[in-house]
């Protein structure tokens, strides 16, 4: 049964950086395209970006296109999301989500996901 642990989240000035990173264990990742999205307090959850499992046409949402990037390195089962100029908006807690498809994981249709990572971003 296919297992995602997200880990690098934390707190962080405006217009600084994090690094988050998706582990998985079980079957392996390559067969799935492989996502995050986010929920803030009192908001509904957001899907943030997604990587196809042949890393063609990766999917970003106009709120973090040019400041979000994902990347994938199948043979450590991992997935990565590189943020930066990070602002307040971005707070919230992130979810790695594996899926068939891109276009369904950034519905929130997903088979599987992780526990999530906060992410705080002060001002």
């Known amino acids: 049964q296919l297992q995602l642990v997200e880990s690098g989240g934390g707190l962080v000035q405006s217009g600084g950086s994090l690094r988050l990173s998706c582990v998985a264990s079980?079957?392996?990742?390559?067969?799935?395209?492989v996502g995050w999205f986010r929920q803030a307090p009192g908001k509904e959850r957001e899907g943030v970006s997604c990587i196809p499992h042949d890393v063609q046409n990766t999917v970003y949402s106009d709120s973090v296109k040019g400041r979000f990037t994902i990347s994938r390195d199948n043979a450590k089962n991992t997935v990565y999301l590189e943020m930066n100029s990070l602002h307040p908006d971005d707070t919230a807690v992130y979810y790695c989500?594996?899926?068939?498809?891109?276009?369904?994981?950034?519905?929130?249709?997903?088979?599987?996901r992780g526990q999530g990572t906060q992410v705080t971003v002060s001002s």
């Open positions: 079980g079957p392996t990742l390559i067969y799935y395209d």
């Open positions: 989500a594996a899926s068939k498809w891109c276009t369904g994981m950034m519905e929130l249709k997903f088979e599987v």
